[in-house]
């Protein structure tokens, strides 16, 4: 079992920043990729950002050049530092952790943090 909790949502402004910042506990030696998705109103849940353990991340494409991704495995944090914040970002963002055992794949969800980009 892996548990993730989400901090650093809330309101800004369009051009301004925010960071969001997902911990993980429990069985975490067995985590694989660590990410963040981004869920607004109407819409499908979405990748925004990945992180895998051996270093290769990739951002969806409405994203790249302004959010940032981070892991600290020994921490078992990922971070994602979002600027030049846009209102089209505004969703509940959630934090997304996988395990692996043998050939079976587990995925884990935070609870999600609200980001709303306004003037």
């Known amino acids: 079992q892996v548990q993730l909790v989400e901090s650093g949502g809330g309101l800004v402004q369009p051009g301004g920043s925010l960071r969001l910042s997902c911990a993980a506990s429990?069985?975490?030696?067995?985590?694989?990729?660590m990410a963040w998705y981004r869920q607004a109103p109407g819409k499908q849940r979405e990748l925004v950002a990945r992180f895998t353990r051996g270093g290769n991340t990739n951002y969806a494409d409405s994203v790249k050049g302004r959010f940032t991704i981070s892991r600290d495995n020994a921490k078992n944090t990922v971070s994602l530092q979002m600027n030049s914040l846009k209102p089209e970002d505004t969703a509940v963002y959630y934090c997304?952790?996988?395990?692996?055992?043998?050939?079976?794949?587990?995925?884990?969800w935070g609870q999600g943090t609200q980001v709303t980009v306004s003037s």
């Open positions: 429990g069985s975490i030696f067995s985590i694989n990729v």
């Open positions: 997304y952790a996988d395990t692996q055992w043998f050939q079976q794949t587990t995925k884990y």
